[in-house]
């Protein structure tokens, strides 16, 4: 499985940015799919995912309400469409994949991925 994550770049405060994160190879029917970023001399953090149907959706406090994350299981396509951006969402932003439909706290382990893309740059000037 590949996952090609796109659409990152530099932008000024309060601007946009849309993430697409597609993926390729093996057919998977059902899958969690998650944002993970990593800011300069930091960890990495979720900041955003979505289950298998779209029924259920997870966001990091410090970017609910100017983050939303969708899918489009026919494309086999995760979005991360970042509105608002503070100079504070810099970072390097991974795409991942949980497979199975489970759904919950454990959702947050970035160990419960299994399928990472490459990352995108996001910079947001202020």
């Known amino acids: 499985v590949q996952l090609q994550a796109s659409g990152g770049g530099l932008v000024q405060a309060g601007g946009s940015l849309r993430l697409s994160c597609a993926a390729s190879?093996?057919?998977?029917?059902?899958?969690?799919g998650g944002w993970i970023r990593q800011a300069p001399g930091k960890g990495r953090e979720l900041v955003a995912a979505i289950n298998w149907s779209s029924s259920g959706t997870y966001y990091e406090d410090s970017v609910k309400g100017r983050f939303t994350i969708s899918r489009d299981n026919a494309k086999n396509t995760v979005y991360l469409q970042m509105n608002s951006l503070k100079p504070e969402d810099t970072a390097v932003y991974y795409c991942?994949?949980?497979?199975?439909?489970?759904?919950?706290?454990?959702?947050?382990?970035?160990?419960?991925?299994?399928?990472w893309g490459q990352g995108t740059q996001v910079t947001v000037s202020s």
């Open positions: 190879g093996r057919t998977f029917s059902s899958y969690t």
């Open positions: 991942a994949v949980k497979l199975g439909t489970a759904w919950g706290t454990q959702v947050r382990a970035l160990l419960a991925y299994d399928y």
